[in-house]
């Protein structure tokens, strides 16, 4: 039996007809053919699959496709504007925050949701924002330092905006 | 040093860069495995009848529907599929490929096999006693590699032998002897890996997640008997390997279903078949050194045991075992050596090279040793380091003269970058621990062209792991042709376009292709330099490459631009070239005195490196908590800084893992307890401290590009031992198991206590 519904994901409205078992990581590579979201271990261990739903920051693999219905998901091709990089993309890019580049777009929506609540974390705040996402090559200091630097830009942007 | 932002790094963070398990084909199946799922029993039966018939299955294969080839690096003792017996949970009985993964996941589960369970060898010392159950018991008639010293369950036999230990052992006037035993560990790439297979005919192609495409490629040649001109492999972006995707992994198999299925075919694992069936994982051990030294702290003999983990099937463990008697030799002077190598088949995962195989549980094992030692001495562990740690001219451990030798910086550096010295609280202590590693000098070669506008495409068969190796070549042939690294393309992980390459393994791509792309960019720029001749009418000793021109030296306004030299050679000639360079020597040295020599005699441009890192540990619970890290190289040149430093940080939060928290947990019926993230479990950013990195940086004779040494494995080797040693001071309890888990910690806080 499948169900319809509309994932509306980067400002996109997807019609569907899925069975009520599928994840949303599943539908958003598989149906709507957006791969920049990954699966690490389909297990909520590792965060690779980490998306914004209603901003907030959710791992896709452990969360059903039917239960976004209607709500506002991001993904990590939602996050460049106008064909710019968001901050911390390049600030990820900038610090060396990027090796292999599989937990980079989990990494990268954490960071998102961290800077989104606080706006200039600490570096301790940092590490415990993106404690869910595993990354094996760059042992977080590069990351840290990204978020960091990002945070920081987006900061001062919005206050010269004022 | 500028930052360089890596070629491949905008699709990386915008998500657009594609990765073995995004690709999809027209009339692509699923492909999944079925496996033994159980430690050692001979096959009664094998029937596959119910899932063929299953709607939408197109193929089910075992071994009798591939050659009849057994392969492996040094033994020749597997097949694609199991052959009458299975003799890991890991391995490969069957492959399906269906229409969905759904339909694959029921089919395999109507495959039936009957077992006739056989006791499984788990134990490394128990496997090596008399009348012990066999992981093989047909071992004397497999093809061997002739230097391979075999007996039933010893995959092979090595040993390391310098002067007259025993002799020397007897005069001296401190004597230590330790024993350690570590549980092997896992790679965990992110990224599980993914393979698509799509036949052409009789050509296939395939992508695969590996870090070794050409090894890939020869394996499918080899097993599918096939000549390498008609198997492509290509890699698409690749989400990290540690070594856990070095060799030909399951191409053959995949090739082989989309072959019987007549459709494309694409696997990927999920986590648990990410730890369970790779055929590399860092080996377990059991590590017994003795050291003899004189009153004044100089070490005069080393005796020693290694048994190490070979697994079920032998892939490229025996050389590790080697290597690792290297290790337990460590950069240090030790005039007389005697330690021997076992490299033990258990009914267990196939251990392969993962990150400094061998290296860092060897370097954890001999660290604490000298830590003891130096306490029975009763000298501080640097000083003690200090004293017994190779220089230039000293003798290593095959008698190769040391050249180039920059341990005892490294040592300093790591001491003061740390603040070795200063008081701590109870409970704290910093910990020393030094090691070394090779650079593996072999071919490689690119291609470079200038395109007809004048850009620059770089063509290498080098592989790309998430290091940034391939990535740093355009800096490399930037310099000799004067144009900004941004200028470049690069065509790279392809088989089919590319000269053979080594892969991403042994720290050697950028040493390697780097070599190969300078000694290409020199080829472009004598070409460049021909052509400019003429029309500036200046002899080519008198011109230079500078931001994209060709310039008379001290004139620049008599120039010609690259872009406009491209557009005229298209008549008679072609800006193309191709690079190998001058493959640097291997020190040369005298192993005459070992046995079991599978490869590794000296150390040619070899890297060393110190850690130190500052614990808290608490008494009561047994959790570690790492306060500080400095951790120092020497890789000679740093060619490229961000990434560079992208690597130790790396490595040593990979260390910190093994040290505390990974270790792969065997079941007494060889069944592993824990292979998934949860109950694995990897360091977090909110687990580790900030680490402060230090490079000596000094050019190194015979190495790579710009005197530039490996750097990828050798950062993760010390940190394990310093950790272990700083868990000791921290505590006077010391802990001789990897990892030293809370248990093992407070275990052994609690046995110190009640002496």
């Known amino acids: 039996m499948k169900y319809t519904a509309t994932l509306r994901v980067n400002d996109i409205a997807y019609p569907v007809e899925i069975e009520p078992g599928r994840t949303l990581l599943s539908v958003i590579r598989d149906d709507l053919g957006l791969t920049g979201t990954k699966e690490g271990c389909d297990d909520s261990e590792c965060g690779a699959c980490m998306v914004l739903l209603d901003g907030r920051p959710v791992n896709s693999c452990s969360y059903l496709a039917l239960q976004a219905d209607g709500r506002a998901i991001t993904t990590i091709e939602g996050l460049a504007t106008d064909g710019e990089l968001h901050p911390i993309q390049r600030a990820m890019l900038e610090a060396g925050g990027v090796q292999c580049g599989f937990c980079t777009p989990g990494m990268i929506i954490s960071a998102t949701a961290l800077i989104a609540r606080t706006p200039r974390p600490t570096d301790d705040e940092i590490r415990a924002g993106i404690a869910g996402n595993l990354c094996r090559c760059t042992g977080y200091q590069p990351i840290v330092a990204a978020i960091s630097a990002a945070a920081a830009d987006m900061a001062g942007k919005q206050s010269s905006a004022r | ?755």
């Open chain 2, 1 to 755: 040093m500028a930052v360089v932002i890596r070629a491949d790094g905008k699709e990386k963070v915008t998500g657009t860069g594609r990765y073995a398990a995004d690709l999809t084909l027209t009339g692509l199946l699923h492909a999944r495995f079925k496996f033994a799922e159980i430690g050692h029993a001979r096959i009664r039966r094998l029937d596959t009848s119910k899932a063929k018939a299953l709607a939408g299955v197109f193929a089910v294969i075992t071994q009798a529907d591939v050659p009849d080839v057994r392969y492996g690096l040094f033994v020749k003792d597997r097949t694609l599929f199991a052959k009458d017996v299975v003799r890991w949970e890991g391995e490969v009985v069957a492959a399906v490929a269906a229409l969905t993964p759904e339909i694959a996941r029921r089919a395999v589960e109507l495959i039936e096999v009957d077992y006739e369970p056989l006791p499984v060898v788990t134990d490394l010392e128990a496997a090596l006693e008399a009348g012990v159950q066999l992981v093989h018991e047909g071992w004397a008639d497999y093809a061997i590699d002739e230097r391979v010293l075999r007996d039933g369950n010893q995959a092979s036999l090595s040993s390391l032998v310098k002067g007259d230990a025993d002799a020397a052992m007897a005069r001296a006037a401190v004597v230590v002897k330790s024993r350690y035993v570590a549980d092997g560990s896992s790679g965990v790439p992110i990224e599980p890996r993914a393979i698509v297979a799509e036949w052409h005919g009789d050509k296939v192609q395939i992508w695969s997640s590996t870090q070794v495409p050409f090894a890939a490629r020869t394996l499918v040649a080899e097993t599918l008997k096939l000549p390498e001109n008609a198997i492509r492999v290509s890699v698409p972006f690749m989400g990290g390997g540690f070594g856990a995707k070095c060799e030909g992994h399951f191409e053959p198999q995949t090739a082989a279903l989309a072959r019987a299925a007549k459709r494309p075919v694409k696997l990927v694992f999920s986590r648990r078949e990410e730890f369970l069936a790779p055929d590399h994982r860092r080996e377990g051990m059991i590590i017994e050194l003795e050291t003899g030294a004189d009153k004044d702290g100089t070490v005069v003999a080393r005796r020693g045991r290694l048994l190490t983990e070979n697994g079920a099937y032998s892939n490229d463990a025996p050389l590790i075992a080697q290597m690792a008697l290297h290790f337990l030799a460590g950069p240090y002077k030790v005039p007389n050596i005697n330690i021997t190598a076992q490299c033990v088949y258990t009914n267990t995962q196939p251990s392969g090279s993962i990150r400094a195989p061998g290296a860092p549980t060897a370097a954890w094992a001999l660290e604490q040793h000298l830590d003891e030692l130096s306490a029975a001495l009763g000298m501080d562990p640097v000083a003690f380091r200090r004293k017994n740690l190779l220089a230039d001219g000293d003798e290593g451990p095959t008698r190769q003269i040391m050249d180039s030798t920059h341990a005892l910086a490294t040592l300093d550096k790591a001491a003061e970058l740390i603040g070795y010295g200063r008081p701590l609280p109870e409970g704290e202590a910093i910990g020393i621990a030094c090691g070394w590693w090779p650079s593996f000098p072999m071919s490689s070669g690119i291609y470079l062209k200038l395109n007809a506008d004048g850009s620059p495409t770089i063509i290498t068969g080098a592989q790309e792991c998430g290091t940034g190796a391939v990535m740093t070549l355009p800096i490399l042939a930037g310099e000799v042709l004067g144009l900004p690294p941004e200028a470049f393309s690069i065509i790279y992980q392809d088989t089919e376009t590319g000269p053979w390459d080594g892969g991403a393994g042994g720290s050697q791509t950028l040493f390697n292709n780097g070599r190969a792309t300078i000694a290409a960019a020199e080829e472009i720029k004598s070409q460049l330099l021909k052509m400019a001749e003429d029309l500036l009418e200046a002899s080519r000793a008198d011109l230079e490459l500078v931001d994209g021109k060709v310039q008379v030296k001290g004139s620049p306004s008599r120039f010609v631009t690259i872009a406009s030299l491209a557009s005229t050679a298209t008549g008679d000639q072609q800006l193309l070239a191709s690079g190998v360079g001058v493959v640097p020597p291997t020190p040369a040295s005298d192993a005459s005195g070992c046995i079991g020599r599978l490869g590794v005699e000296s150390f040619a441009a070899p890297t060393f490196g110190t850690h130190a890192v500052h614990v808290k540990v608490d008494r009561e619970t047994g959790v570690v908590r790492i306060l500080g890290v400095a951790a120092v190289q020497d890789s000679g040149t740093i060619v490229n800084q961000t990434g560079a430093m992208g690597q130790v940080t790396g490595g040593v939060v990979m260390g910190i893992g093994q040290a505390l928290s990974e270790g792969i947990q065997v079941a007494s019926d060889a069944r592993v307890r824990n292979p998934y993230l949860l109950d694995y479990k990897l360091q977090t950013a909110a687990d580790v401290p900030p680490i402060k990195v230090g490079f000596i940086g000094i050019a190194a004779p015979d190495a790579g590009p710009k005197g530039s040494k490996g750097l990828g494995e050798p950062p993760c080797i010390p940190t394990p031992g310093a950790i272990a040693n700083a868990i000791a001071l921290a505590t006077g309890a010391r802990v001789r198991q990897l990892p030293a888990t809370p248990h093992r910690v407070w275990s052994a806080v609690q046995q110190e206590t009640k002496r």
